[in-house]
């Protein structure tokens, strides 16, 4: 049977929260990385074939200005490449820095045996902010988010600037209701994707079809042609008549969608240019519905969160949902009040639970489980059925300078009712 | 950790960007003396060119090579990742009872902010939070959260006023820092007498421990006069302390008795405290401390809340809690078990005592805790069990207690309030 208390830190099981800590930077440096190499494949391979190109008609025609000429612009573009790979070793030293400040942070709990350790605490509080930071990250303030990491110190140890990255993209599909940002995510995270089989860009890709027949009966209902329309798609040409935009999503669904393989969706996708967005015919009205960008918003931030190796949800709720059952007792939302910890006397303190913050939120998890009672030493019961610790019953009376041979109830307090000490029985609690 | 540890320190020290950097500029000095060779004497530009060829193109060749290192630690640091988190999976959302209830977490957020003085980040969130309220998102035990946010927002809005309660942590955190600071007595002492009855009628005695420790700084001479004291301050040292004390103490009287007692008995040895037995309540460098903390508690209590940040024990019982939890998922998916009482978590979860704020009542009997459905009953012998054991074992009738040959009948078992 598990002890009923253990005070032991055993730091290598408690870094259950701590994997994305760790797995961020390293998701960032592998990006940072790979930016380098394209930059430096893709201008070795420009630069070899402009110096080849340089010689081969400097040899032929005698034209000093137009080698020198090739050559400036040559030397401008290696200084181009390396400003860019300045950009990209200072982002990497930033990166490298704070994956050691991380590794620091995580070596300290190490260094704590005890969980009531007052290191333990400084720990944990530190722990809090980063879980505080991380949730109002994910929830998208980000500004608070900078805020409470400056102002506890902790940037090092937290990943605002990706995350306000991540809420752009998402932010230009739930309110925005734009394709643009995210095909641009996608292309930059190509490779990765096609190995977790993403359906993202085809989610979008689709969308963009969606919207492009959508204009098409709009502009035929209208009867305008030509009416010009923004959309901010990449790649999809604006303006023209209903006809036309039809057209162009035949040809779009061609080139985008066809590949797939979903011939039911397929098929679906080809009835939209039959059914308009107003004729409310399952399933064409909810492939037209905007609740799609809802769907799509969320579908970018898992294909997000698990490429950069994020839990789905954000880590402050899994603590706060575990902590809370652990702590939560039948007591905390009981009609009546306890009388071992509340808030009306000083003999206790409150209880956290039962504290204003959590007891809504509390009162739908489940309450802790345990085996044994656990009862204050030598317990007593007054003749109103509450039961204390006779050690705690005392100073209390003393404090309240209840009269000698008397005893009243902490909890109804000074105005209430007093009793004879023989009144006043031991409890046998097993 | 350390093999962790030495990868990144390799990135910093040598597999980075910097030599391939280095290996662009030795291109571009290539071209730029190039150029000017071509620049100086035209005709020698095909051969130049020529030449440049080779070592343009290796040190080109060589700014992609020094990328290997670099992408050899990257692999080497992510087996070190995946071999540090093996058997430590990522909480899935199975773990998260929250998201249906974002307002409410966002209440105790702010409510956190404020109590730990972060007043800046507080009013940043309160007002990003107003502007872009959170989406509710399902649940285990709250599969459709829209349903019931309208409650919910009211009682988050409803009992959640920021400015209020900014104003009263203000408050706390200038008395506070008035304290443990300033070493100045006189705003907590005002608070605890604006209170004193409710202070009184809870049992502290923080009003008098306040006024205590006054008197002391007075007796040792470094406490600041009392304004309506202004009238005496000639008067120094233990007499000024004296006169403090003729005024404060007599509301005192009834309920500490001993104590003033034994500081006015301290006035005898008013030359040399020091050498005399009353030396640790004028000599005690902790009742600063304590007394800050005791102010904390009371002023907290007041507002009905906990003295620490309820967020920060949850979250932390809650890191210690997780790998209970994870090992019993493990367990119930292996054997394919479900979870049968979703009011009680299935597995008990040895915290550290400090975390244990109620009494806790299992029966001897059913080993179940009781409830309010279910109280705990007291048995004429003293003995206590559930009322359902209870039931179960008299039927009605005179039965024996489980625990001692006392006999008795139901009707004299008594309900009790732990």
């Known amino acids: 049977m598990a002890e009923l208390t253990s005070t032991k830190l055993n730091a290598e099981s408690h870094l259950l929260l701590d994997q994305p800590l760790l797995r961020m930077p390293y998701e960032l440096s592998r990006r940072n990385f790979k930016n380098a190499q394209r930059v430096i494949e893709h201008s070795s391979t420009a630069l070899t074939s402009s110096l080849t190109a340089t010689t081969k008609s400097a040899s032929k025609t005698a034209a000093p200005n137009a080698t020198l000429d090739s050559l400036d612009s040559m030397i401008s573009k290696m200084q181009g490449l390396k400003r860019k790979l300045e950009g990209l070793h200072e982002e990497e030293q930033r990166i490298h820095r704070s994956a050691k400040a991380r590794l620091r942070h995580l070596q300290d709990l190490y260094e704590v045996q005890s969980l009531v350790d007052v290191k333990y605490d400084e720990w944990s509080r530190t722990r809090l902010s980063r879980l505080l930071v991380d949730y109002l990250l994910r929830e998208g303030y980000s500004e608070s988010a900078a805020h409470l990491a400056q102002s506890k110190g902790i940037a090092e140890l937290v990943d605002v600037d990706a995350f306000v990255a991540c809420h752009k993209v998402e932010r230009s599909l739930r309110e925005g209701m734009n394709t643009g940002l995210a095909l641009e995510w996608c292309k930059e995270h190509s490779k990765e994707l096609k190995k977790g089989s993403s359906m993202l860009e085809f989610e979008l890709r689709l969308q963009q079809y969606i919207e492009l027949v959508r204009q098409g009966h709009e502009a035929g209902m209208s009867g305008m042609d030509g009416m010009d329309t923004e959309d901010g798609m990449n790649g999809v040409s604006v303006g023209g008549g209903g006809e036309t935009k039809l057209v162009e999503a035949r040809a779009h669904a061609k080139k985008y969608l066809s590949t797939s393989g979903d011939f039911e969706l397929l098929g679906r996708a080809a009835g939209l240019l039959a059914y308009r967005p107003w004729d409310e015919v399952e399933p064409y009205a909810s492939l037209y519905s905007p609740a799609r960008w809802t769907h799509l918003a969320t579908l970018f931030l898992s294909t997000h969160h698990t490429l950069y190796s994020l839990p789905p949800r954000p880590l402050l709720h899994i603590a706060l949902s575990a902590g809370l059952s652990a702590l939560k007792t039948p007591a905390c939302h009981s009609a009546y009040t306890s009388s071992s910890a509340n808030a009306s006397s000083s003999s206790t303190t409150v209880c956290p639970i039962c504290s204003t913050e959590l007891n809504e939120l509390a009162r739908n998890v489940p309450y802790a489980h345990h085996t044994k009672s656990i009862v204050e030493n030598d317990p007593v019961v007054l003749p109103n059925g509450r039961i204390y610790g006779s050690e705690r019953l005392r100073v209390y009376n003393e404090k309240v300078g209840t009269e000698k041979g008397w005893i009243r109830d902490p909890i109804s307090g000074v105005v209430g009712e007093k009793w004879r000490d023989n009144e006043v029985r031991k409890v046998y609690v097993m | ?418």
């Open chain 2, 1 to 418: 950790m350390d093999d962790l540890r030495e990868q990144v320190e390799l990135f910093e020290s040598s597999a980075n960007l910097a030599t391939s950097i280095s290996q662009v500029q030795k291109a571009i000095d290539l071209l730029t003396a190039a150029r000017a060779k071509i620049a100086a004497d035209a005709k020698t530009a095909p051969l130049t060119l020529a030449k440049l060829q080779d070592p343009f193109k290796k040190t080109l060749d060589a700014a992609q090579k020094d990328l290997k290192p670099i992408y050899a630690g990257l692999n080497k640091y992510g087996k070190a990742l995946d071999r540090k988190f093996k058997d430590k999976p990522l909480p899935s959302a199975e773990n998260d009872a929250l998201s249906s209830h974002p307002s409410l977490i966002n209440r105790a957020i702010a409510m956190h902010l404020l109590r730990e003085g972060q007043f800046g980040v507080a009013s940043t969130f309160v007002e990003e939070a107003n502007r872009h309220p959170p989406h509710p998102e399902p649940t285990l035990n709250t599969p459709n959260p829209y349903l019931r946010e309208s409650w919910e927002k009211d009682l988050a809005e409803g009992t959640f006023n920021s400015e209020k309660l900014q104003q009263q942590f203000a408050q706390m955190y200038h008395i506070l820092h008035q304290l443990r600071i300033e070493r100045n007595l006189k705003p907590a002492i005002q608070w605890a007498r604006e209170r004193s009855d409710i202070l009184e009628a809870r049992g502290s005695n923080l009003e008098f421990e306040l006024c205590r420790l006054q008197f002391v700084c007075l007796f040792v001479g470094h406490g600041q006069p009392d304004d309506i004291m202004n009238e005496e301050e000639n008067a120094s040292g233990p007499l000024h302390a004296w006169k403090y004390a003729r005024r404060i103490f007599g509301d005192f009287q009834n309920r500490y008795a001993r104590d003033i007692q034994q500081l006015m008995g301290a006035m005898a040895y008013w030359e040399n405290v020091e050498d005399s037995p009353y030396q640790r309540y004028f000599y005690n460098d902790s009742a600063w401390e304590e007394v800050a903390q005791s102010f904390n508690r009371e002023f907290c209590s007041l507002l009905g809340l906990s003295a620490d940040s309820p967020l920060f024990i949850a979250a932390t019982a809650g890191a210690i809690a997780l790998p209970y939890l994870l090992k019993l998922q493990t367990i119930m998916k292996e054997k394919r078990t479900e979870w049968t009482t979703q009011h009680e978590l299935p597995v008990e979860i040895p915290l550290p005592s400090q975390y244990h704020f109620h009494s806790i009542f299992v029966c001897p009997v059913s080993k179940e805790q009781t409830t309010d459905t279910n109280p705990p009953m007291m048995m004429p012998c003293g003995h206590v069990i559930a009322q359902e054991s209870l039931d179960k074992l008299s039927k009605g009738a005179r039965f024996k207690c489980p625990y001692c040959p006392t006999e008795s009948h139901p009707r004299d078992a008594r309900k009790v309030v732990l």
